[in-house]
């Protein structure tokens, strides 16, 4: 499974002309293909009097679900570009809507193919990429006397401090680790409190990574 990828941060749109066709490029983050399926009915919805509202969609770890339509654009011509332009991207967990607006002037098979990746190639390039990171929420648990330190060593490594709770006995301590660190975490911490911390893994998530 991947440990990170790229994806829209947000829901954006750009819009380009060629010769004399709209092409409205809709981006938008989809972590499952039913968040996908539902972005491109909204939006052929809100552009129903539109010639054609087309699609690709990248979801999963490995880009595991690849879908495109040309919605009555010539086979090939719309959807598949658009996705090759998300894959060479390397973009994940993404649905893209190309809404286009007849102009009255026909673009021939290579035309369209360049106007439709190209208009989503430009909508990434407006609207910008993030990269995400799947992290282990752990929950530390130790005593007073550690807490304070452990605390400090945790923020001074690096790590994502979410909370910190005290109790009257203990101290519990959540902190986001990346996944594929999470045993050289364990032995860290175990290093670092003498073994005297417990530590809960709890869901995965992910997060905005610099």
């Known amino acids: 499974m991947e440990e990170q990828h790229r994806t829209v941060a947000r829901e954006g749109r750009h819009e380009i002309e060629v010769r004399k066709s709209r092409f409205i490029t809709t981006l938008a983050p989809a972590a499952t293909e039913e968040d996908a399926q539902a972005v491109i009915r909204r939006i052929g919805t809100q ?4 010639t054609h509202n087309c699609f690709a969609y990248v979801i999963g770890a490995g880009g595991a679900v690849q879908k495109s339509s040309d919605d009555g654009e010539p086979g090939g011509t719309a959807g598949v570009p658009m ?15 190309v809404t286009r ?13 360049r106007a439709y990746g190209g208009a989503v190639g430009q909508a990434l390039d407006a609207l910008g990429t993030v990269t995400l990171r799947r992290f282990r929420l752990a929950t530390i648990t130790v005593d007073h006397q550690r807490a304070g330190r452990l605390e ?12 910190v709770r005290y109790t009257a006995e203990r101290v519990e301590i959540d902190v986001g680790v990346p996944e594929n660190e999470t045993g050289e975490f364990r032995a860290w911490l175990a290093d670092n409190t003498a073994g005297s911390a417990g530590l809960a ?6 997060s905005e990574i610099g």
């Open 101 to 113: 607006y007849f102009g009255g002037v026909k673009l021939g098979a290579g035309g369209l193919v």
């Open 152 to 163: 400090n060593d945790l923020r001074a490594a690096g790590r994502a401090v979410h909370a």
């Open 201 to 206: 893994l709890q869901d995965v998530y992910v």
């Open 47 to 50: 552009h129903a009097d539109a």
């Open 83 to 97: 996705l090759q332009m998300l894959l060479r991207r390397d973009l994940r967990d993404v649905v893209a809507v």
